[in-house]
């Protein structure tokens, strides 16, 4: 009997995972505030609804009377998602880790008070007034986000005082819901930015991909490429503290677990509960399963014997550069005729200035070096623009 997913967010993400889903024979509820998403495209049904509203969330659950939630953004009545869990539902990875991680105090505090992994760090503040004190203890430069928000949305580096007023207006445009408070973290001077994405399994151990180098503009991802070797010690200590902070939210699903790799160590920076944009990388075959595979089969209790790194390869967002409807892309020819390099169009109905509307793909043996695949990968983006009415 298939099971019956929701799927909360229908982005590129949801969509991959849709695609993963169908193959093993499930039955897909597609959710977003918008009609023709992405992942909406490629399920068995939809709903349009706001899913910050807890009412209208009561209502596609009762209608559909889903199996599993798979919740695919942060924008969501999160608190009711427990009421669903108490009642039998599925939710991925469970309705803590979801709750916690859209609140950027939540998930810090659990993770560096609770259970002492290494943060930037931070303060927080809810006034223009409190921010000047926050970064008066936490010093220049410094990195301010609204607690609720993805993607970089909201968020600035303040390298002077001159800046703070402009970073908290900044923060109040970006955020999402209500609350104003901001954190305020000092600025870690890395040299890699990882993901190690995880899995946690119902019946099973916990599982790490190869890390997943990346490379973040505005706050969002850029380029991604896998392996992205660190030392055998950091890896241990990063999957160390990945065990750690997916056991204290519990359940089942993949992980995107962030990492900052300084001169001076490993920083736990934040996770998402699901797939996580940079391992979009995965879709080039790096990997025995995607990151989506590997989602799908926890999702669905299935075992996850082992997960292997197959190939080296890398990703490069294609990106919109102005508002509009119906986009049109050109240079994908081109840019296919480059060996070894795929491209995904993610069928985003509308445009926006830095809207992620495609990537772009390219793999190579093993041992092929990631600096050359980041480049080629780069290029074919950079070879394909979109334009829209
Ligand atoms: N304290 C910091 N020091 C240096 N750089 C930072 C710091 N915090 C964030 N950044 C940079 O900004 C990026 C985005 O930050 P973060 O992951 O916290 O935001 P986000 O909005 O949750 O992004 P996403 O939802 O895409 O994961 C990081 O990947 C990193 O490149
Ligand atoms: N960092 C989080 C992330 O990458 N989320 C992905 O972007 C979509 C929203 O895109 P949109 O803003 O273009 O609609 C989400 O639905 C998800 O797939
Ligand atoms: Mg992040």
Redesign the pocket.
């Known amino acids: 009997m298939p099971k019956k997913i929701m799927l909360l967010g229908s982005g590129e993400l949801g969509k991959e995972f849709v695609i993963a889903a169908k193959r093993l024979g499930q039955h897909v509820i597609a959710v977003d505030n918008y009609d023709n998403a992405p992942a909406q495209q490629v399920a068995d049904e939809r709903e349009v609804i706001d899913m910050l509203d807890g009412t209208a969330l009561d209502r596609i659950v009762a209608e559909h009377r889903p199996d599993i939630i798979v919740p695919e953004i942060?924008a969501i009545r999160t608190e009711r998602l427990y009421a669903y869990e108490e009642r039998g539902i599925r939710v991925v990875p469970s309705a803590r880790a979801v709750n916690f991680t859209m609140n950027?105090k939540a998930i810090r505090d659990l993770a560096a008070q609770e259970l002492g992994l290494r943060?930037?760090r931070?303060r927080y503040a809810s006034s223009l007034d409190e921010l000047r004190r926050a970064i008066d203890e936490i010093g220049l430069?410094?990195?301010v986000?609204p607690l609720m928000?993805?993607?970089?949305?909201?968020?600035s580096?303040v390298k002077s005082s001159g800046e703070i007023e402009k970073a908290w207006r900044y923060s109040q445009s970006g955020k999402r819901g209500d609350s104003t408070e901001v954190i305020v973290?000092?600025?870690?001077?890395?040299h890699t930015?990882i993901t190690l994405l995880t899995v946690t399994q119902q019946n099973g151990p916990t599982l790490f991909c190869s890390p997943i180098g990346?490379?973040?503009e505005r706050?969002?991802?850029q380029e991604s490429w896998q392996p992205c070797p660190i030392l055998d010690e950091q890896l241990r200590e990063a999957q160390d503290m990945a065990e750690k902070v997916t056991r204290a939210l519990g359940g089942a699903g993949i992980w995107?677990v962030?990492f900052?790799v300084a001169d001076d160590g490993l920083?736990f920076?934040?996770l998402?509960p699901r797939p996580?944009?940079?391992g979009m990388v995965t879709l080039a075959g790096t990997q025995n399963l995607t990151e989506f595979d590997l989602h799908a089969r926890a999702v669905l209790e299935l075992p996850v014997p082992e997960i292997a790194l197959l190939r080296a390869g890398a990703s490069a967002v294609i990106l919109a550069d102005s508002e509009g409807n119906a986009p049109v892309f050109t240079g994908i020819d081109t840019a296919m005729l480059q060996p070894g390099t795929d491209i995904r169009l993610f069928g985003k109905p509308s445009t926006r200035p830095y809207r992620r509307m495609g990537v772009a793909l390219v793999s190579g043996q093993p041992d092929t070096d990631t600096a050359e695949l980041r480049k080629q990968a780069t290029s074919a983006a950079a070879k394909i623009t979109v334009t829209s009415s």
């Open positions: 942060e950027r943060t930037a931070y430069p410094c990195v986000k928000s993805s993607s970089g949305k909201g968020q580096t973290e000092g600025f870690v001077d890395f930015e990346h490379r973040q706050g969002d991802y995107g962030e900052f920083y920076s934040e998402s996580h944009d940079t």
